[in-house]
């Protein structure tokens, strides 16, 4: 094998890597699975809850979520949620049995909480931050989760730790797939 073809396949390589280490990061708690995303400013939580196990498993709807641990901020909106979500409303306060009604985090947490919605697999969330401190690599999420009757709490807090994953911006892509079709050419034109 030719150095140039051996350092051909090496770039193809690395490339590749590049584009399997964007994948999120994805934390299971209870048999509920949550990943999680970082792009720019904006955060992606999916949350995958059709078969909740554990304290969970009478669980049929989710009522509250909080992410702490976000460096600071200066404003969120939440800009995609599931039917019924897109009301929820925003607080600064920590989420604890009553809702979000705990101690503040003005700044540095969020906590959304309105009208239930029914679990499944797929719920996803965007939260666009804005400010020039966020750090969303590693926020602490909680979430409330309700049974049938719709009013009793089913399990504990969950208190977990997300692992967010950046994902490359599309120039990162565009840049990668123009040094591969730059490499193929100086390879064909080294065959000429």
């Known amino acids: 094998m030719t150095p140039f073809i ?3 396949l090496l770039s193809a390589l690395l490339g590749a890597g590049t584009i399997a280490s964007a ?7 209870q048999g509920v699975d949550f990943t999680s995303s970082l792009s720019g400013n904006v955060l992606t939580l999916e949350i995958d ?3 909740p196990t554990g304290s969970w498993a009478g669980a049929t709807s989710l009522g509250a979520l909080q992410l ?9 909106s939440l800009t995609a949620a599931p039917g019924g979500t897109a009301n929820w409303a925003l607080s600064s306060k ?3 049995a009553n809702g979000c009604s705990g101690g503040g985090h003005a700044g540095s947490a969020l906590c959304y909480s309105g009208a239930h919605v029914a679990l499944t697999d797929d719920m996803v969330f965007q939260f666009t931050f804005s400010g020039d401190n966020v ?6 999420l909680k979430v409330t989760m309700f049974g049938a009757d719709g009013n009793k709490k089913v399990g504990s ?11 490359p911006e599309p120039q990162t892509y565009a840049m990668m797939l123009g040094g591969l079709g730059l490499l193929g050419f100086m390879a064909r034109r080294k065959r000429a």
């Not at 807090?157 to 994902?167: D, P």
């Open 23 to 29: 994948q999120a990061g994805t934390v299971e708690f």
């Open 49 to 51: 809850a059709a078969n």
């Open 157 to 167: 807090l969950m208190g977990e730790h997300l692992v967010v994953s950046a994902v």
């Open 68 to 76: 702490k641990d976000l460096g600071s901020f200066d404003n969120v």
């Open 94 to 96: 920590e989420l604890n």
């Open 135 to 140: 750090d969303a690599t590693s926020p602490q």
């Open 6 to 8: 051996r350092t051909t």
